[in-house]
């Protein structure tokens, strides 16, 4: 298969007909993250997850170090599709950035993007002070404690450790590489969200999105903090569907 090939790419993991949504899951995630989700929101949208190389079923690959290379790949994916466009774009955390990338690339494609949902994500110009180094095993289980998104039984396992940490390590060090380049504005409409707790997305940082777009801009505010979509998630699927229906 080549890298282009949507079967590495795209999870569908149940049947929808109506506009298109891509997901894009959080730094060390994997496309079932979504799984829940997707379930909430078909039939009446067609739902695809993407599944980053380095984890799952891709374990065997290289996890992509560079934000623009992975958004590089998963747009020319969406390109190809058969009638590609319109879609939407739902990132989580890191995946909102991935998501950022790849709209600003199908809209220069002239693909339409339908609309960005940025969750649990500063905006792009923003970074985090206290990120975790890439290279430090302790520190990065630490931030998983941390945000509350990992079963912890999983994490006092080191069989599952070992097999999470090149995936993670990977996707730190491509959030501490990315930078936003001035310019690289959005026409979608845009709707950041963020948890009201979120020890790592303080709401102005949410509220920059507005910034990046020169489409329509909301923010939604949900209790819970960064894995608010964990508990939220028939709120978030009855507004994600409303935005699109």
């Not at 997901?23 to 739902?47: E, I, T």
């Not at 509220?207 to 998630?233: D, K, N």
Request: net charge negative.
């Amino acid at each position: 298969m080549s890298a282009a090939d949507p079967g590495l790419w795209l999870r569908r993991f149940h049947a929808g007909d109506g506009p298109r949504l891509v997901l894009f899951p959080h730094a060390g995630g994997s496309a079932s993250y979504f799984h829940g989700l997707s379930g909430l929101l078909v039939p009446a949208l067609d739902v695809l997850a993407v599944q980053y190389p380095g984890r799952q079923d891709r374990r065997a690959e290289p996890a992509v170090q560079d934000i623009r290379e992975l958004a590089g790949g998963i747009a020319e994916v969406l390109a190809a599709e058969p009638d590609a466009g319109p879609y939407a774009l739902f990132g989580h955390s890191m995946g909102a950035s991935v998501a950022f990338e790849v709209a600003l690339r199908l809209e220069r494609e002239g693909v339409q993007v339908s609309r960005l949902f940025a969750s649990g994500r500063p905006a792009p110009g923003r970074r985090r002070d206290d990120l975790p180094d890439g290279n430090d095993d302790a520190a990065l289980l630490a931030e998983l404690r941390g945000l509350s998104g990992t079963d912890a039984r999983i994490l006092d396992d080191p069989d599952v450790v070992e097999m999470i940490l090149p995936a993670l390590r990977a996707d730190y060090r491509a959030i501490d590489a990315y930078e936003w380049r001035p310019g690289d504005v959005l026409a979608c409409p845009v709707t950041a969200m963020v948890g009201d707790d979120d020890p790592r997305v303080a709401e102005d940082d949410a509220r920059a999105w507005a910034g990046y777009t020169t489409g329509p801009f909301e923010l939604l505010r949900f209790p819970g903090g960064h894995f608010y979509l964990g508990e939220r998630r028939e709120e978030v699927a009855k507004i994600v569907a409303a935005r699109l229906t």
